[in-house]
Every structure is written in structure tokens, then in C-alpha cells.
């Protein structure tokens, strides 16, 4: 059965930085993209970054250009979000996705992990 | 690409015909998914490719549309699908979903 399982996130100051782990199971990471979707609390879906399969292609929002990085370590099959520089206006529920095709843009996410908080807050 | 979905909430009755529609501000051809989420919940796909049943959803639910227009429709509101619902563009970057329709019980 394939899961995601995301992890990493918290309480943490205005500036501060945070690393959000997706692990995978049930497929490989190499074979399909990989995206982040965020919800700020009561807020609808925001897309933040997507990854292709072969990690060579990365594709951010402009709200989170230049702060978020998206990777992936296949030898662990983990997806990652690294965030640097947070503002208040980054707390959300952060969501690793699944696409269907190894490009983001050729399917949409069919599956997707329970959300992992980050809240940013003095 | 601008999605806009309407009605952004709704109240129907069980058995109801409910009807949600997401417009792009430009053609996205048929790059357009369906999502149900319920509260604490992560979003579900329904629909894929405009019209395109997910497995394992039940056949009330029904997509269609391409280019610029699309709707889902819920044959016949069931008590387990209230929950809110967007539409995901996916044919240019950025995605972007619609603001959201809550469907809540009349």
C-alpha cells in the first residue's frame, strides 16, 4: 500500500528555520514528482514546490522563492522542505503529495500524507 | 493561472443534486483535478483529468468541462459528503486550486 508520512514540524520563532521529511512507502520517489502543499488554519490549499522524479527539475511558489528548498534522498525514500527565514504568515498544515508521472505538470497528486503543523510564533 | 470556484459554500439536503464550478482564467485544456477534504483531514482526488473517475469513489460524483469551464456534480448528496471540495489546475505554474465550496447539511 502506498503512504506518505510527513514529520518536522513545530513551533518556531520569526526567522527561524525548520526541515519537513516525507517518507514514502509502498513506491519509489524516483519514478514520480513530488509536491508541497500548504493550508494556513481555516485557509484553503496553497502549492508551495514541486520536485520531479529524477530531481533535476524544482519549481517553487513566489511566496516562498529564495526560503523553501525542495530535495529528496532516494536511498531513504524521503521527500524534504527545508525552510529558512520563516514569517508568521508561513504557519500551515504542510502536505507531501504524490503526482502520477515522473513531471509535475503532466498529473495531479493522487495521494497525499496527513499534514504535519508548523507554526511560527514569538 | 486564476481558478475561480463558485458557489464557495452551499447547504443541500441528503439526496440532493449538488453542482460546483471552477473557472480558469485561461485555457488549461483538461489539466483539472477534484478534491474533497473533511476537517483534520488531507484532501482526497475524486476526479482527475476533468472527467476522470478516481477508484474507489463512489459514481455520484461526476466530472466535466475542459478549456476554460468544468463542473463537479454529486448525483445524490450522500450524508458522508459534506465536506469542502477544490478544483487543482495543473497545467501551468504555478498550480493553483480554487478558494474552496463548503457543503454543509440543510
Known amino acids: 500500500e502506498e503512504q506518505l508520512l510527513e514529520s518536522g514540524g513545530g513551533l518556531v520563532q520569526p526567522g527561524g528555520s525548520l526541515r519537513l521529511s516525507c517518507v514514502a512507502s509502498g513506491f519509489s520517489l524516483s519514478t514520480f514528482a513530488m509536491t508541497w502543499v500548504r493550508q494556513a488554519p481555516g485557509k484553503g490549499l496553497e502549492w508551495a514546490s514541486s520536485?520531479?522524479?529524477?530531481?533535476?527539475?524544482?519549481y517553487y511558489a513566489d511566496s516562498v522563492k529564495g526560503r523553501f528548498s525542495i530535495s529528496r534522498d532516494y536511498s531513504q525514500n524521503t521527500l524534504y522542505l527545508q525552510i529558512i527565514s520563516l514569517r508568521a504568515e508561513d504557519t500551515a498544515v504542510y502536505y507531501c503529495?504524490?503526482?502520477?508521472?515522473?513531471?509535475?505538470?503532466?498529473?495531479?497528486?493522487?495521494?497525499w500524507g496527513q499534514g504535519t503543523l508548523v507554526t511560527v510564533s514569538s | 493561472i486564476q481558478m475561480t470556484q463558485s458557489p464557495s459554500s452551499l447547504s443541500a439536503s441528503v439526496g440532493d443534486r449538488v453542482t460546483i464550478t471552477c473557472r480558469a482564467s485561461q485555457d488549461i485544456r483538461n489539466d483539472l483535478a477534484w478534491y474533497q477534504q473533511k476537517p483534520g483531514k488531507a484532501p482526497k482526488r475524486l476526479i482527475y483529468?476533468?472527467?476522470s473517475l478516481q477508484s474507489g469513489v463512489p459514481s455520484r460524483f461526476t466530472g466535466s468541462g475542459s478549456g476554460t469551464e468544468f463542473t463537479l456534480t454529486i448525483s445524490s448528496l450522500q450524508p458522508e459528503d459534506f465536506a469542502t471540495y477544490y478544483c487543482l489546475q495543473h497545467n501551468l505554474y504555478p498550480l493553483t486550486f480554487g478558494q474552496g465550496t463548503k457543503v454543509e447539511i440543510k
Open positions: 520536485i520531479s522524479g529524477s530531481g533535476r527539475t524544482t
Open positions: 503529495a504524490k503526482g502520477g508521472t515522473h513531471q509535475p505538470l503532466l498529473s495531479s497528486f493522487d495521494l
Open positions: 483529468a476533468a472527467s
